[in-house]
């Protein structure tokens, strides 16, 4: 699932109730940029759409986005040739003002990015976005919004522990969606990052370092308490009580329920298996 984000212009209005996101391919100098990734986008994929000052509204793409010799005719709009896709629109009632997320997104910029090193949104019309930047944006949206928008309010959940929050630094009460679940708080992640670093607590693996930009502050975190023993609210210390952890740390250490494995227990594994595995080679040459 790919996210993009859409500068929405006038046309919007003939796009919105005909609920497509489309773009002409004709292009006069000094024209919109970012028009064929519109055919890149899939069913299935997220989208931010735009309207400066605000983010006004979210889709999510009903069909993949394909090339049309002669686009369909909207009101009082003739694009002629194009790319265009269906969409399943959720407008905002109280639209986000770009001053509140702009600055938190230039961490999160890579190429082709829609926000420059200011915090702004560039000038073009259909960028590939991410998941870190919804969720950005997200944090800052109160209202009710769509199931298939929900699991991204506060990042996804990566394993089963790892499930979203509210603002407040409250942690553990019980939530039935499906299961019961515990909720998290993104604002204590964000804590525990600033003080420890993305960088994982058991085997150090940096993903910015190992995978580039595209990766940097890509981390889980884990919580040292055992969460399934509180049934009552706690007041979290985000240095404390959580470490940033890789994902594969972060399985090893649910491989064990009640309690769970360390981190140290994790950094023994570890260096046991390097050990094991420096007498291998020693032993084939």
């Known amino acids: 699932m790919q ?3 859409c500068n929405q212009s006038r046309q919007w209005e003939a796009e919105r109730p005909s609920e497509v996101v489309c773009s002409s391919d004709r292009t ?10 519109v055919g890149k986008s899939k069913a299935g994929d997220l989208v931010v759409h735009y309207r400066k000052p605000y983010v006004v509204a979210f889709s999510r793409a009903l069909e ?3 090339y049309h010799d002669r686009l369909p005719r909207l009101e009082g709009e003739d694009y ?3 790319w265009r896709f ?3 629109y959720f407008d905002l009632e109280n639209p986000v003002l770009q001053k509140t997320f702009g600055a938190a997104l230039i961490a999160f910029r890579v190429k082709y990015y829609p926000i420059n090193k200011r915090g702004s949104v560039c000038q073009g019309y259909f960028f590939p976005f991410d998941l870190r930047g919804l969720v950005e944006i997200l944090s800052h949206v109160t209202e009710r919004i769509p199931a298939w928008l929900e699991p991204y309010r506060h990042g996804p959940p990566l394993l089963p522990e790892e499930v979203s929050g509210r603002q407040s630094l409250y942690e553990g009460a019980v939530s039935l969606i499906t299961v019961n679940a515990y909720e998290r708080n993104p604002e204590a992640r964000r804590r525990c990052i600033e003080h420890h670093g993305a960088v994982c607590a058991a085997c150090e693996l940096d993903f910015g370092e190992k995978y580039g930009e595209v990766a940097e ?4 975190v884990h919580h040292l308490k055992l969460i399934s023993k509180i049934r009552e609210g706690y007041e979290v210390d985000p240095i404390k009580d959580l470490r940033p952890i890789c994902p594969n740390c972060h399985a090893v250490i649910h491989l064990r329920s009640d309690p769970p494995y360390s981190i140290e227990d994790v950094r023994r594994f570890l260096r046991a298996a390097g050990k094991a595995s420096s007498n291998s080679d020693k032993q084939r040459s």
């Open 28 to 37: 006069s100098a000094g024209g919109a940029t970012f028009r064929k990734t």
């Open 64 to 66: 993949d986005g394909i």
């Open 3 to 5: 996210v993009w984000w």
């Open 217 to 220: 502050g890509l981390i889980h």
């Open 80 to 82: 002629g040739a194009g």
């Open 86 to 88: 269906r969409t399943e």
